[in-house]
């Protein structure tokens, strides 16, 4: 085993990230410290052999990386906060879902108190961590980033994108918000067609497909995005409108709510509304700025 798999790492917080990240620290071989709020979720780390820590104090103590994989911003001021005169010349790795500017704060934070910033986007869910496909995008410190890129790769395929400690969340929320569109459009796909007796599951496989093969234009609607000329369109936001229009019509006949559909749907009524239906339907980017 490279020595580099041996680096300590101290984990703060269990819930499910927190308790994938520690498992595939462990099974790698690194000596891993566990420290969560509410006692008890640490038992099958503890058997598989971490170092279980009563209090944050205790867990920091521990060498290595302090890897925080908490609820949410406040949670990590909440958890640092009464220790952060005992973190002086350590790394914090922040594996917490922070929105950008929160991140950036955390990062102004740890300067203050002489110790080393590296902010995480996780792209994965738990199962993923430590198999193909999982990523975690960074920014903040380099120099925390090039110490421990190692040891970060085993769990998923680490990318740094520069010293704002804020872009990686913005990538990471940027990526979330095409999945959660995905998802709900999936689950009003879902109720249209349970109307006509399709289960969730067959209609999953066929959407599936072709949301695939939808996604392969993305890049392209992106370069014409960058572009900023909407006048030779494949199909125009009217067409798109049209579309919408009778997606709405067959919700309704299938006493399917419009929550997911109506914003889209609104959007593009007010472009027709202001003159834009010819142009591409990616100048409803604009829309958005």
């Not at 867990?59 to 909440?78: C, E, R, T």
């Not at 579309?243 to 593009?268: G, H, M, Q, Y």
């Amino acid at each position: 085993m490279a020595e580099t798999t041996k680096t300590p790492v101290t984990i703060l917080g269990l819930g499910a990230m927190g308790q994938a990240l520690a498992a595939t620290f462990l099974k790698a071989g690194l000596p891993t410290t566990v420290w969560n709020r509410t006692p008890g979720k640490d038992a099958e780390l503890l058997a598989a052999g971490a170092v279980g820590a009563a209090t944050v104090a205790e867990a920091i103590d521990a060498d290595g990386p302090i890897i925080a994989v908490l609820l949410d911003h406040a949670s990590v001021h909440a958890t640092l906060d009464p220790v952060a005169d005992r973190l002086a010349g350590r790394q914090l790795i922040n594996l917490t879902s922070t929105a950008p500017n929160e991140a950036r704060e955390l990062a102004a934070w740890a300067a203050r108190h002489d110790l080393h910033y590296l902010d995480g986007g996780i792209m994965a869910v738990p199962p993923m961590i430590g198999q193909p496909g999982a990523s975690i995008l960074y920014s903040g410190s380099r120099p925390v980033f090039d110490a421990h890129r190692d040891i970060l790769e085993l769990v998923a395929a680490a990318e740094y994108f520069g010293d704002d400690a804020g872009f990686a969340s913005t990538y990471d929320f940027a990526l979330l918000a095409a999945m959660y569109a995905m998802f709900g459009g999936f689950l009003h796909g879902a109720a249209m067609m349970r109307s006509v007796g399709v289960s969730a599951a067959e209609y999953g496989a066929r959407a599936a497909a072709w949301v695939s093969a939808m996604t392969q234009s993305l890049p392209h609607q992106g370069a014409v995005i960058d572009s900023g000329v909407y006048t030779d369109p494949v199909q125009s936001i009217a067409f798109h409108k049209s579309a919408l229009d009778a997606i709405t019509r067959a919700s309704r006949d299938a006493n399917v709510t419009l929550d997911f559909v109506a914003p889209l749907k609104t959007l593009l009524d007010r472009q027709v509304a202001d003159g834009h239906g010819a142009l591409g339907f990616e100048c409803t980017f604009e829309e958005l700025r």
